[in-house]
């Protein structure tokens, strides 16, 4: 059984920083994507940032330049340093992983598309 468990978030004034750490454990397809996604209520579920095992990555426009994802192949994990934190990062992210390419999704939590953690809320107050 696939497992992803986030930890790291929390609430930050604009300008601050937080690191996003996922583990996951269970899953033994070669070549996974590992990544973050986020969704604040209204809005759609949005990849923010994901990495393949080739260490090649993928950024969402709004966090370049911000944000740094980084995994840990040996351990299954993958972290997301996010700094210069703006109100509008404020959100539900979520740790995934795929044993395909890793893309858009209609709603996170889908099933169909990735595995997922719980989930871990990051506030950003202005």
């Known amino acids: 059984e696939v497992q992803l468990v986030e930890s790291g978030g929390g609430s930050v004034q604009a300008g601050g920083s937080l690191r996003l750490s996922c583990t996951g454990s269970?899953?033994?397809?070669?070549?996974?994507?590992m990544g973050w996604y986020r969704q604040h209520p209204g809005n759609e579920c949005e990849l923010v940032s994901m990495?393949?095992?080739?260490?090649?990555?993928y950024y969402t426009d709004s966090v370049k330049g911000r944000f740094t994802i980084s995994q840990d192949n040996a351990k299954n994990m993958v972290y997301l340093q996010m700094n210069s934190l703006k109100p509008e990062d404020t959100a539900v992210y979520y740790c995934?992983?795929?044993?395909?390419?890793?893309?858009?999704?209609?709603?996170?939590?889908?099933?169909?598309?990735?595995?997922w953690g719980q989930g871990t809320q990051v506030t950003v107050s202005s």
């Open positions: 269970g899953f033994t397809f070669d070549d996974p994507d």
């Open positions: 995934a992983v795929t044993e395909g390419p890793m893309g858009w999704v209609p709603q996170c939590l889908d099933s169909r598309r990735a595995y």
């Open positions: 990495i393949r095992r080739d260490g090649s990555t």
